[in-house]
T-cell receptor
């Protein structure tokens, strides 16, 4: 069964304290892996798409990496405005063209 | 702003009442989706529409119906609301395949009492 697991569920960091969020996945074949940011009371907002092992994408303080079993979202020197829930989603070959499988997210709180 | 617009933002229903959640997108996307988000459960697909004129069930379709009214609009109907349908509902749209994943609306927070 295709599955996505994110860890930790919640993470508290001091401003400037770098860390990583994990997204482990089990799929028969991966079309793509997506990272989203979700602020309270809002819909998820697209961050990155990764397609193959070894690929990396960067945006400001965020860097996403991909292996055959997991993806990491590295946050370097975070600021309070990085506080949000970060969601990972996979698009498996077996799900058909249109359906993603989402993880339950990591709630990140960055303290000033 | 371009994007996905959902109405209403909040709604309280009594058990057994019906309602329709509205969704419209102005990005000329072919595919549209309805998800529900519950604590600890993640986002779960209710129904999707790959293109205008087609709809298909997702992971949790029971108790819901959908209508793809045209390319822009995709509505979700609860015929007889139940407390288990208390959730936050998100509409999303995308191209058939895209580097940018889905574009989500801001959500409808529904409480069924």
């Amino acid at each position: 069964e295709d599955q996505v697991t994110q860890s930790p569920e919640a993470l508290r960091l001091q401003e400037g304290e770098s860390s990583s969020l994990n997204c482990s996945y089990t799929v028969s074949g991966l079309r793509g892996l997506f990272w989203y940011r979700q602020d309270p009371g809002k819909g998820p907002e697209f961050l990155f798409t990764l397609y193959s092992a070894g690929e990396e994408k960067e945006k400001e303080r965020l860097k996403a990496t991909l292996t055959k079993k997991e993806s990491f979202l590295h946050i370097t020197a975070p600021k309070p405005e990085d506080s949000a829930t970060y969601l990972c989603a996979v698009h498996p070959f077996t799900s058909g063209t249109y359906k993603y499988i989402f993880g339950t997210g990591t709630r990140l709180k960055v303290l000033a | 702003n371009a994007g996905v617009t959902q109405t209403p933002k909040f709604q309280v229903l009594k058990t057994g009442q019906s309602m329709t959640l509205q969704c419209a997108q102005d990005m000329n996307h072919n595919s549209m989706y309805w998800y529900r988000q519950d604590p600890g459960m993640g986002l779960r697909l209710i129904y999707y529409s790959a293109s205008e004129g087609t709809t298909d069930k997702g992971e949790v379709p029971n108790g819901y119906n959908v209508s793809r009214l045209n390319k822009r609009e995709f509505s979700l109907r609860l015929e007889s609301a139940a407390p288990s349908q208390t959730s936050v509902y998100f509409c999303a749209s995308s191209e058939v395949w895209t580097d940018y994943g889905y574009t989500f609306g801001s959500g409808t927070r529904l409480t069924v009492v």
